[in-house]
């Protein structure tokens, strides 16, 4: 019996991902808006820097670079995170990473499910960062009760697609149709509803313990909050987004400006507020959600357990300059202190290599390949031009910045109340499976390349 010629996960992905986007542009005419932006800049980026350009096509960053974005949702049981991570599985996506964002007063936790192997990245790099809310986290032990409840009754995920997802474990695959119908009924998961399951006065009591409760709580499904695009100069497009009648928040999430960007800067345009149908509602009077938004990402070099330690004392050290005030109200001041305490973290490519402080992909060159490397070092092939390292794009997540991106768009000041609160062998319990540590996939991808340099000059690196 011949086998059947199944889509690979990557593609499905890839089919995903474009269909999301083309869902979320029509739900949010405003995300269409920020994607023209971004396009505009990065192309103009390219023009103006030539040496960026010629480095993202020798690592392939410039192929994907239209196609990389992100997502997020937020889901309310252990049953819709467990048959998610089965759902992406589908895509070839991993849960990477825990982030624990309680301490910034966001009573969730959560992954990033992302594909992890650098072949795949390069056919679509879409990830989407999901966090699970903590009801335990809800002192109130009413509401706390109310949210279980109407948690319980609703079902995210169509038949269909728990039925293709089934399929896809028990035979291995899925067929050119079978991809097509289960990206169709995966969208559902991720759409937009506008009439909530739940009162007013319900609605109003989950709100008012935290809009992220209301937000999670009190629809069918999850829908899709936002999804990012990644642009190649967030500061352009961070100063060009009022030109669009784009309002963006006022702090650039992440590390500050500089010539070698490291790890993840992020911006958004603030939530929209949308009308929603309450099941006690008139037509006359729809209530409001402030939950929808748009994101832009600049992605840097991916930083190993040394730079991580050294961004985060730098990052404290800015954020402690401010003295409890946030961010947000005084940007200007908050800019000087992140430049100031950053003067003290390499801006060049071999000081972050020679110093470990970042991950690289290595790669012979025309004349590595030409001549003899035999005998030579790393550093040695490296500085006579017989390899070319570039760092590895970081593709993963900040807990710090993802708080801040939150609060932003749900309209809360800074809140501590629920402390800190990282609980991930529970988090991996509800998941059904233990999250990737994302120190490993980069040194793996590094690894694989080294001994890809190893293979074709004929040497010894590692």
Request: aromatic share 6%; proline share 6%.
């Amino acid at each position: 019996m011949p086998t059947p010629d199944y889509v690979s996960p990557d593609h499905i992905r890839a089919r995903f991902s474009r269909a999301m986007s083309a869902m979320y542009r029509a739900e949010v005419p405003l995300y269409g808006d920020l994607m023209e932006l971004v396009a505009q800049v990065n192309q103009e980026t390219l023009a103006n820097q030539p040496a960026m350009a010629k480095a993202l096509q020798r690592s392939g960053g410039l192929a994907r670079l239209d196609e990389e974005r992100h997502g997020a949702i937020r889901v309310g049981t252990a049953e819709e995170l467990a048959t998610l991570a089965r759902l992406f599985a589908v895509m070839g996506m991993t849960p990477v990473g825990y982030y624990d964002l309680s301490p910034a007063g966001v009573p969730v936790h959560s992954t990033a499910f992302r594909a992890v192997h650098e072949d795949s990245l390069g056919i679509s790099p879409f990830r989407v960062f999901t966090s699970l809310l903590r009801l335990e986290l809800i002192n109130d032990a009413g509401l706390r009760e109310m949210a279980a409840g109407l948690l319980a009754k609703r079902q995210i995920f169509t038949p269909k697609a728990l039925a293709l997802i089934a399929q896809h474990e028990a035979q291995g695959g899925l067929t050119d149709s079978e991809a097509d119908t289960f990206v169709t009924q995966a969208l559902e998961t991720f759409r937009w509803h506008r009439q909530a399951t739940v009162t007013q006065a319900q609605y109003q009591r989950l709100h008012d313990q935290h809009r992220l409760i209301a937000d999670v709580v009190a629809f069918n499904g999850p829908h899709i909050n936002h999804l990012t695009p990644r642009t190649l100069d967030i500061d352009n497009v961070q100063a060009l987004m009022p030109t669009r009648a784009i309002p963006p928040k006022a702090v650039i999430e992440g590390p500050p400006r500089r010539q070698l960007p490291i790890l993840l800067r992020q911006t958004s345009f603030k939530a929209l507020e949308e009308q929603v149908a309450f099941t006690d509602s008139e037509p006359a009077t729809l209530g409001t959600h402030t939950a929808r938004f748009g994101e832009i990402e600049q992605r840097g070099a991916a930083l190993t357990p040394a730079g991580r330690e050294l961004y985060d004392q730098l990052l404290d050290k800015a954020r402690a300059g401010l003295e409890g005030v946030p961010a947000e109200r005084d940007p200007g001041r908050y800019q000087a202190l992140l430049e100031q305490a950053f003067a003290a973290f390499p801006d060049e490519a071999q000081a972050l290599r020679r110093q470990g402080l970042a991950w690289f992909r290595y790669t012979p060159t025309a004349q590595g390949l030409a001549g003899d490397a035999s005998g030579k070092r790393l550093d040695t092939l490296i500085a006579d031009g017989d390899i070319q390292c570039d760092p590895l794009v970081y593709e993963d997540f900040l807990p710090v910045s993802a708080a801040g991106i939150f609060q932003s768009n749900l309209g809360d000041e800074a809140r501590t109340e629920y402390g800190s609160n990282a609980n991930r062998a529970q988090f991996e319990r509800a998941l059904g499976r233990p999250v990737v540590n994302e120190m490993e996939v980069y040194e793996n991808t590094q690894r694989r390349s080294l001994l890809a340099c190893e293979a074709q000059l004929g040497v010894k690196l590692l």
